[in-house]
């Protein structure tokens, strides 16, 4: 708006509040440079025309990189064909775009148009009609306190309540059956390792020397047999990869109750995050801190694997070892808690009975 | 402030906006990918143990002690290392260490490679550690790059990213990204594990393994199908050209739009 046109003396109404505000009117218009100049408009003409012509070069490109780029030699061949077609068409769009409203905006007619509002609301005769139609539907379906023909409308309520209640299962029942056919959640808190198993390297399936392992090092480790699974490998494998490291034992702080469940510093921790099941192998050597790259949760692995900061509120669950006739690394135990995030009949279900306290272990 | 409101929009603006996001992702992108070069390793003789003790005692000793003892808090005992942890952390310039932070840096190497021979038979020679590889245990072109994606999924994509991009750490330390180290680095930092690094020793992952992992790792270098790798660093990356450049060019399309033509 233009406060050349009409100023508005804010002075007069100094002290007390006007009944209505005026009308501002329209702003000024101010012709734009195409309308007065000719030359002005013949350039705009040229500009949009040049935008079509980068979009028609766009298609040209998407075109010529589909068939002249060979696309069955190297993985670098068929980037480079993607860049171009995708190049391509965003050229080809955006010229089309670009164009379009450059025309509208620069060619097109400029003039303010004005459209009146109507009242929003409707005339009194169509609201009475409107609530006549409501009512009239409501005494032809019988569903109302009207009485009448009793027997076929309870049918037909009965009938339809039915429907309204079963029609939802036809969605739910293959959601619910997708989850899975595993409904025992007992089996959630164990997993594949038994007393006296291997273990062995992730992913060939190699058993482990203690002497193998040695200090710094950290081994990622599956149960033995596990590639030997027919069924449920990737699940069983979900649930009990395990992270062996060895620290310098003078930095390993033994917990109480766990005295015997680590060898000469080598600890084997559960990999699942406590917190949402994230797989934690961020070992970092030398703070012995164990991070999850997903929401930053690091558990300290000299310290029984406590939570040192993030989201995670337990330690991870260790695996209790020990060392066979061979020199191999073997399992005591499963693992004495469930593994993995929390769930809600968890502290139920841990294996033999132990506590499943955040401390861990202790019975 | 009527004719502030007219004109608080040049019409050249969303072009402006635009250059200007293109120029901070691209020195953004230029910030990150740093190069470091380091040389191949080559063969040393006992006789270098001598000047190596000069060296050493000119340039690491104040750190690591005359003995190369180590001192509390300070630096570790390199007795037992091996030639193998210093070609590594001498060659690739992270020693001698120019500042303390979260941890060493990658910079340009201080010495020739005949010096950081020289340094690491010295090393070698106050107790037994890995050796420098041979070429041929870090030959790219001798290893199986299919088993070795597999070992490097499952030891190192973690930390390293799947295609060896890097990724953060906590507390300001990081993995590096592996595009622009040298074979035989690679190699000697799997198996000393230099400071957050974990050691994979070879009855961990085999010598034939660790230079599966190079081959795959030199695989990359033909780079990906699915467009720009962004530093294939993950979501962040992405995230920021989504929200940036994307972003930023639909703002700008849409003042551009709603802009009166002059």
Known sequence: ?363 | MHSLARHRYHRAAPVVLVLLLLGLIAGIAAAVSTASSANAATTTSADDVSEGQKLFAANCASCHGLGAEGQDGVAPSLIGVGAAAVDFQVGTGRMPMQASGPQAIAKRTQFSQAEISQLAAFVASLGAGPAIPTAEQVDPALGDAANGMQLFRTNCAMCHGSVGGGGALSQGKFAPNLWETTPTHIYEAMLTGPQSMPVFNDANITSEGKRDIISYLKAQDEGSPGGLRLGTIGPVAEGLWGWFLVLGLVVASTVWIGARSS
């Open chain 1, 1 to 363: 708006m233009s406060t050349a046109d009409k100023p508005v003396d804010h002075e007069s109404t100094h002290g007390d509040v006007p009944d209505s505000f005026e009308d501002p009117g329209l702003p000024y218009h101010r012709p734009r440079r195409a309308d007065v100049d000719p030359k002005a408009a013949n350039k705009a003409e040229r500009q949009v025309a040049a935008l079509f012509g980068l979009s028609i070069l766009g298609t040209i490109l998407a075109l010529g990189a589909y068939f002249m780029i060979d696309m069955t030699g190297e993985i670098a061949s068929i980037r480079f064909a993607n860049m171009m077609i995708g190049l391509g068409i965003f050229l080809a769009m955006m010229g089309i775009g670009l164009g379009a409203i450059h025309w509208a905006k620069t060619l097109m007619r400029d003039h303010e148009m004005v459209e009146e509002r109507h009242a929003l609301r409707s005339s009194d005769e169509a609201r009475a009609g409107a609530i006549q139609n409501l009512q009239d539907g409501v005494e032809d379906s019988g569903l109302g306190s009207d009485g009448s023909g009793t027997s076929r409308r309870g049918l037909l309520k009965g009938s339809l309540i039915t429907a309204v209640l079963a029609a939802p299962l036809a969605l739910l029942v293959p959601q619910i059956g997708n989850m899975g056919g595993q409904w025992n959640t007992r089996e959630f808190a164990h997993t594949m390792w038994r007393q006296g198993m291997r273990l062995t390297r992730d992913p060939d399936g190699t058993p482990i020397k203690a002497a193998d392992v040695t200090i710094g090092s950290a081994f990622h480790v599956i149960p033995d047999g596990l590639n030997d699974l027919e069924h449920g490998k990737i699940e069983a494998k979900a649930k009990a990869v395990v992270l062996l490291i060895r620290l310098d034992p003078r930095d390993l702080k033994i917990q109480p109750g766990r005295e015997d469940w680590s060898f000469d510093g080598i600890v084997a921790y559960s990999k699942i995050c406590t917190h949402v099941g994230c797989p934690v192998a961020l070992y970092e050597q030398q703070t012995h801190h164990l991070l999850c790259p997903c929401h930053q949760s690091t558990f300290d692995v000299a310290d029984g694997a406590k939570v040192v900061f993030g989201p995670a509120k337990r330690p991870l669950p260790q695996l209790p070892i020990a060392i066979d006739d061979e020199g191999y690394i073997v399992a005591k135990s499963d693992f004495h808690e469930p593994i993995g995030s929390s769930y809600w009949t968890r502290l139920k279900n841990t294996s033999d009975g132990l506590s499943g306290d955040t401390e861990g272990g202790s019975h």
